[in-house]
């Protein structure tokens, strides 16, 4: 029996290749998530909670996402990429120093409270 090579057959070359594909895509969706995420809850504060929390204008921020976003949709299938990375990057920031701040000075709706205050 001999042994061939054919476009369909490379040794497993395209079982890697698939399983690569299925990881970048992945990671690709996630990396989408974390932007949309982002420019929705930049877009539930206030713009006088920015001013508050001494972080930069509403709408740079919401301008900053919106543009991770449509990056982060056209690198869905490379998000490794340059510009991929550097969309999960801006979302990131909004996310680890923007969003606590807003966070702690924005004010609490509702108006449950409990035994250890409001809720």
């Given at each position: 029996?001999r042994w061939e090579v054919s476009p369909r057959n490379l040794g497993g070359v395209n079982v890697?290749?698939?399983?690569?594909?299925?990881?970048?895509?992945?990671?690709?969706?996630?990396?989408?998530?974390?932007?949309?995420?982002?420019?929705?809850?930049?877009?539930?504060?206030?713009?006088?909670?920015?001013?508050?929390?001494?972080?930069?204008?509403?709408?740079?921020?919401?301008?900053l996402l919106s543009v991770c976003v449509a990056i982060g949709i056209v690198a869905l299938f490379?998000?490794?990429?340059?510009?991929?990375?550097?969309?999960?990057?801006?979302?990131?920031?909004?996310?680890?120093?923007?969003?606590?701040?807003?966070?702690?000075?924005?004010?609490?709706?509702?108006?449950?409270?409990?035994?250890?205050?409001?809720?």
């Amino acid at each position: 029996m001999r042994w061939e090579v054919s476009p369909r057959n490379l040794g497993g070359v395209n079982v890697v290749y698939d399983v690569q594909s299925l990881i970048n895509l992945v990671l690709g969706v996630l990396a989408l998530g974390l932007e949309v995420f982002a420019l929705v809850d930049a877009s539930r504060h206030q713009p006088r909670t920015y001013q508050i929390a001494e972080k930069r204008t509403k709408s740079f921020w919401l301008i900053l996402l919106s543009v991770c976003v449509a990056i982060g949709i056209v690198a869905l299938f490379n998000v490794l990429s340059l510009f991929g990375l550097l969309a999960v990057v801006g979302a990131g920031v909004f996310l680890a120093d923007v969003r606590p701040e807003l966070r702690r000075y924005a004010g609490r709706r509702g108006g449950g409270s409990g035994p250890y205050g409001s809720w």
